[in-house]
């Protein structure tokens, strides 16, 4: 009777640490870029895991498109310190401090349906290009240092269909300072 409970455990502490390894390894595979920098959901969450840092202010809080009939209101912009899961262990991540900054623009646009903007980080006069994208509701940069101020070039689809996004234009630059 005793072997049989040994025996039993035995097989169930087998079955339970097979059982880990493999969804460990089966969570892997499904994680596209491992260690990859996240970004927090919102400044509440930022805030209360310790990555968020500052505000930006004295930025335009709303503007309004020269070539198509759209007005984006920006709701807030702020800055966190990089953030990833350590996926050691899949089933137990744990946070990590990586290097480099967030900058995040939560806006929001007048015309849900379409996209008819971008917006591209000037630093020390260049235009940076590696941090180009738009989601629907925020832009989000990466950098090694955060800035006093971002230069954010405005461009906007050609209103022209068959030039469309392939030649924007530039219409406006909008400047944001870090709150002091």
């Known amino acids: 009777m005793r072997r049989k409970a040994l ?8 079955i339970g640490f097979a059982s880990f390894y ?3 390894n089966l969570c892997k595979l499904e ?9 927090s959901r919102d400044k509440e969450f930022s805030q209360q895991m310790g990555f968020y840092i500052t505000d930006y202010k004295n930025f335009i809080p709303e503007f309004e498109l020269k070539y198509h009939n759209e007005i984006v209101k920006l709701n807030d912009v702020w800055i966190e310190k990089q953030w990833y899961f350590d996926y050691e262990s899949c089933l137990c991540p744990k946070l990590r401090l990586a290097r480099g900054f ?3 623009i939560d806006f929001e646009k007048s015309n849900e349906n379409s996209f008819l903007f971008s917006l591209t980080p000037i630093i020390d006069g260049k235009i940076d290009n590696t941090n180009g994208g738009i989601e629907k509701r925020r832009k989000t940069m990466y950098f090694e240092f955060f ?6 070039q405005l461009k906007e689809k050609n ?3 068959e030039i469309g996004w392939k030649e924007r234009i530039v219409t406006d630059t909008l400047v944001i300072k870090l709150k002091k």
């Open 7 to 14: 025996l039993i455990i035995l097989i169930l502490a087998l």
């Open 22 to 24: 493999v969804a460990d």
């Open 31 to 39: 994680d596209k870029c491992p260690n990859c920098p996240k970004i």
């Open 102 to 104: 967030n900058v995040i």
């Open 147 to 152: 800035p006093d101020e971002i230069y954010l």
């Open 159 to 161: 209103p022209n269909k």
